[in-house]
């Protein structure tokens, strides 16, 4: 009888022990692999550590004593359209030159001026369309979606219905490539959605691949990014620089910046065509007309906004003047496309 306890007594101790190796030899799995409870997340939970994009892989933290610090204001909610994080990959040494990326929940700019410089940096030349039909840009250190119409800022807000979008941006450092960047604004848009109560019954989800922009030129080009009759004189003194950017059915950009000696580069001019309707949603409230920078033309049954924004760096260099160059960029891009704008579009 003693022997058949003691029998019994090693099998069950046996079995606590295969139990306990197994227990253990999962959870190193888990740790190993970076799945499970184990991985860091950051911005409410949207982005997790070794998830796509470079600044949250181990590769940003090699530098001795590197770490990711993250700060997060209160989530969106129905009542609260804005919602701002940040995350931080530093070491001791670098003192004030952090890489910081910072992701945005929020209505377009009020204000005209606002708003142009808003579309300067989101609609910029060096950024790609996203795929599937997702309306919204993304490069290495920028990216932009504009979100669902039923996300628009309400007037009890004081935002006037102005679309909502999520942003995220850098200043001194490449996120990762285009497709890591698409990820994180689509993440970061599921997850935002939900906190503010205007989720739509399908996640977002990208599945195609990106299409890359052309390269960026080291001189402006006559015409600007090769449109006909947008022509400029440059003046020797400064240097030039533009990006041709997508050039589609249903978006079209051009982006152009100048920069004297010792001088940051600063925005010289800005083209963009846009037929897709929460893209041309962000340019509701601007001032219209050819002498504006804006007109519209339907092409092809679908609302199209034309835009020019020319900045202090190239105002009055236009051939044979501003307002002439702007239409000509009006009447080349609805060429091209096949949309008659009847001369001075609307």
């Known amino acids: 009888m003693d022997g058949d306890r003691r029998k019994r007594r090693r099998g069950v101790l046996a079995v606590v022990i295969a139990g306990a190796m197994i227990a253990s030899g999962a959870g190193i799995g888990l740790w190993a692999t970076d799945t499970g409870p184990f991985r860091d997340s950051y911005c409410w939970g949207a982005w997790q550590e070794n998830s796509g994009a470079d600044f949250l892989g181990e590769e940003a933290l090699a530098e001795s004593g590197a770490e990711r610090r993250s700060t997060e204001s209160a989530p969106p909610a129905p009542d609260r359209p804005h919602a701002t994080c940040t995350v931080e ?13 910072t992701l945005e929940y929020g209505a377009v700019p009020a204000g005209a001026e606002e708003r142009r410089r808003w579309i300067s940096e989101y609609l910029h030349g060096s950024a790609s369309p996203l795929p599937d039909g997702l309306p919204g840009l993304v490069a290495g250190d920028r990216g932009m979606l504009v979100l669902p119409a039923a996300c628009d800022a309400g007037d009890g807000d004081g935002a006037d219905g102005r679309p909502v979008a999520v942003t995220v941006r850098t200043e001194d450092f490449t996120m990762g490539s285009r497709s890591a960047v698409g990820r994180l604004l689509v993440d970061a848009a599921n997850l935002l959605m939900e906190k503010a109560g205007c989720a739509p019954e399908q996640s977002l989800r990208i599945t195609s691949p990106m299409v890359k922009v052309a390269e960026r030129s080291s001189i402006a080009d006559t015409p600007l990014c090769r449109i006909p009759g947008v022509t400029f004189t440059y003046d020797r003194s400064a240097n030039y620089e533009q990006q041709v950017g997508t050039v589609g ?8 910046w100048y920069g004297a000696r010792r001088l940051p580069a600063e925005p010289a001019a800005q083209f963009v065509m846009a037929g897709e309707p929460r893209l041309v949603a962000l340019f509701a409230g601007l001032p219209q007309g050819a002498d504006k920078g804006l007109v519209r033309a339907t092409c092809d049954g ?20 501003d307002r002439r160059v702007f239409q000509n960029f009006v009447t080349s891009v609805s060429k091209r496309i096949g949309c008659a704008t009847g001369g001075e579009a609307r």
């Open 249 to 256: 059915d249903r978006l079209q950009t051009c982006s152009a």
């Open 89 to 101: 990959v530093a070491s001791p040494d670098d003192g004030d030159d952090a890489g910081k990326v």
């Open 302 to 321: 679908r609302e199209t906004v034309f835009y020019g924004d020319i900045r202090p760096g190239l105002q009055g260099h236009g051939q044979p003047d």
